[in-house]
């Protein structure tokens, strides 16, 4: 059996916990119960101490720390805003250190890369952590090459996740590695998820983010996404604000972190985003979000995506 460890510590997020911990399991049953195969996976959450608390309330009991020399097959690093503070934990760092060394791949969930980083596994290598962390995480950690878009990472022997439930894909992704397409793919019709999810987490972070600043402009918000086609420049903008363009660029930068041009091209590109999903050209995508060009809209999906239009719609529609 592979003996997978998933690290726990106070304030850890519940789900980075427990997402893995029942992929695993349900790749134990799967085996089987479908497969007529060994159960595969030993999965067992350890902690510094019997009893941990998560952020959001829930205990749990927990292994201790196994020897950091015994054999390992997977190491998993929860994250949770208790990362910070075990990221200050000199013994655990150390444990993780010396923990990685014994085993045959690393992995982090979410902010768990803070704890990978500090450990100094990540230095050179290509990451992912939660997109909402990712500012923070580059100027910390300068010496990893931080991707903010993709659910999970894989560079050598360690892997990194996105933000919470991205811990999930990541689990599939490593029993797909493991045992094969199908008994993965078993596992996520049990779970009713994505073998392989599409999209990035850049998904997930525009909308989101331009609520961050309150409600002033969310009604604003709303008449972009439905009027993509039209004349979206400052004065527009500025008019449906019923505010002058030099104060509405003034105020609407300090409330959403970006310009109203800036704005109006990430709701753009999430917008083309979600037509090339569903099926539709790069050109009616285009049209429909208000490009004034397919090159323009090329550079942009260049800029968010790292790939073109055309490439994206054939991998995800």
Same mark, same amino acid.
């Given at each position: 059996?592979?003996?997978?460890?998933?690290?726990? #510590?106070?304030?850890?997020?519940?789900?980075?916990?427990?997402?893995?911990? !029942? %992929?695993?399991?349900?790749?134990?049953?799967?085996?089987?119960?479908?497969?007529?195969?060994?159960?595969? /996976?030993?999965? @067992?959450?350890?902690?510094? =101490?019997?009893?941990?608390?998560?952020?959001?309330?829930?205990?749990?009991? +927990?292994?201790?720390?196994?020897?950091?020399?015994?054999?390992?097959? +997977?190491?998993? &690093?929860?994250?949770?805003?208790?990362?910070?503070?075990?990221?200050?934990?000199?013994?655990?760092?150390?444990?993780?250190?010396?923990?990685?060394?014994?085993?045959?791949?690393?992995?982090? %969930?979410?902010?768990?890369?803070?704890?990978?980083?500090?450990?100094?596994?990540?230095?050179?290598?290509?990451?992912?952590?939660?997109?909402?962390?990712?500012?923070? $995480?580059?100027?910390?950690?300068?010496? @990893?090459?931080?991707?903010?878009?993709?659910? $999970?990472? !894989?560079?050598? *022997?360690?892997?990194?996740?996105?933000? %919470?439930?991205?811990? &999930?894909?990541?689990?599939?992704?490593?029993?797909?590695?493991?045992?094969?397409?199908?008994?993965?793919?078993?596992?996520?019709?049990?779970?009713?998820?994505?073998?392989?999810?599409?999209?990035?987490?850049? *998904? #997930?972070? +525009?909308?989101?983010?331009? *609520?961050?600043?309150?409600?002033?402009?969310?009604?604003? =918000?709303?008449?972009?996404?439905?009027?993509?086609?039209?004349?979206?420049?400052?004065?527009?903008?500025?008019?449906?604000?019923?505010?002058?363009?030099?104060?509405?660029?003034?105020? /609407?930068?300090?409330?959403?972190?970006?310009?109203?041009?800036?704005?109006?091209?990430? &709701?753009?590109?999430?917008?083309?985003?979600?037509?090339?999903?569903?099926?539709?050209?790069?050109?009616?995508?285009?049209?429909?979000?208000?490009?004034?060009?397919?090159?323009?809209?090329?550079?942009? #999906?260049?800029?968010?995506?790292?790939?073109?239009? !055309?490439? $994206?719609?054939? =991998? $995800?529609?």
């Amino acid at each position: 059996m592979r003996r997978i460890e998933i690290l726990a #510590f106070d304030n850890a997020q519940l789900l980075d916990i427990t997402g893995p911990l !029942q %992929v695993f399991t349900s790749a134990n049953e799967a085996a089987a119960l479908e497969f007529d195969r060994p159960k595969p /996976y030993e999965a @067992v959450v350890v902690a510094e =101490h019997t009893q941990t608390r998560t952020s959001s309330g829930l205990a749990l009991m +927990t292994a201790p720390l196994a020897d950091a020399d015994s054999p390992l097959d +997977t190491l998993i &690093i929860a994250g949770g805003w208790g990362v910070n503070k075990a990221c200050d934990n000199l013994g655990l760092i150390e444990w993780v250190r010396r923990r990685a060394a014994s085993a045959r791949r690393i992995a982090s %969930v979410c902010s768990g890369a803070f704890l990978l980083a500090e450990a100094g596994l990540l230095d050179g290598r290509r990451a992912a952590t939660h997109w909402n962390r990712c500012e923070e $995480f580059a100027k910390r950690f300068p010496r @990893v090459k931080l991707e903010p878009d993709p659910i $999970f990472v !894989q560079d050598g *022997q360690i892997w990194s996740s996105a933000g %919470v439930t991205a811990g &999930i894909d990541l689990s599939l992704a490593l029993i797909e590695a493991d045992l094969g397409r199908t008994l993965a793919l078993s596992v996520a019709r049990e779970l009713v998820v994505f073998l392989k999810r599409p999209g990035g987490q850049a *998904q #997930f972070s +525009t909308t989101l983010k331009l *609520q961050e600043g309150g409600e002033r402009f969310d009604r604003l =918000h709303g008449w972009i996404m439905d009027n993509l086609r039209t004349d979206l420049s400052l004065q527009t903008l500025a008019e449906r604000a019923n505010m002058s363009a030099r104060s509405f660029s003034r105020h /609407y930068l300090k409330a959403t972190g970006r310009t109203p041009a800036r704005a109006v091209e990430e &709701i753009r590109i999430e917008a083309a985003r979600r037509l090339l999903e569903e099926g539709l050209s790069v050109h009616q995508a285009r049209m429909r979000c208000g490009f004034s060009s397919e090159e323009t809209m090329r550079r942009n #999906f260049m800029r968010k995506f790292g790939t073109t239009p !055309q490439a $994206f719609r054939d =991998h $995800f529609a």
